[in-house]
């Protein structure tokens, strides 16, 4: 995939080539999405914590399809736009 960077992006990846020692753009910015990544995976985590720290959760028992079904169901019915299938 070719991306064609501009104004203060091109300059930020070309300043973090020489401050960095990155071989190239690409190495940049996939260490920026991986950051990203990484930052995004622990908000969520904390965001969990959080919840369980509050009690803000809902314990589930049973059959783990069932409650996956109604998991599903109800995401469905409240994002009808927006459902993937994965939650």
């Not at 950051?35 to 965001?47: A, D, E, M, T, V």
């Not at 509050?54 to 109800?74: E, P, Y």
Request: hydrophobic content about 30%.
């Amino acid at each position: 995939m070719d991306i064609t960077l501009h104004g203060n992006v091109a300059k930020i990846v070309q300043e973090q080539m020489i401050k960095g020692g990155y071989q190239s753009p690409d190495d940049v910015v996939y260490e920026a999405i991986e950051l990203l990544i990484k930052q995004k995976i622990n908000n969520s985590i904390q965001r969990g914590l959080n919840d369980i720290e509050t009690r803000n959760f809902q314990t589930l028992s049973g059959n783990i399809d069932k409650v996956a079904d109604s998991i599903i169901k109800k995401h469905y019915k409240n994002d009808r736009n927006n459902f993937n299938g994965r939650g």
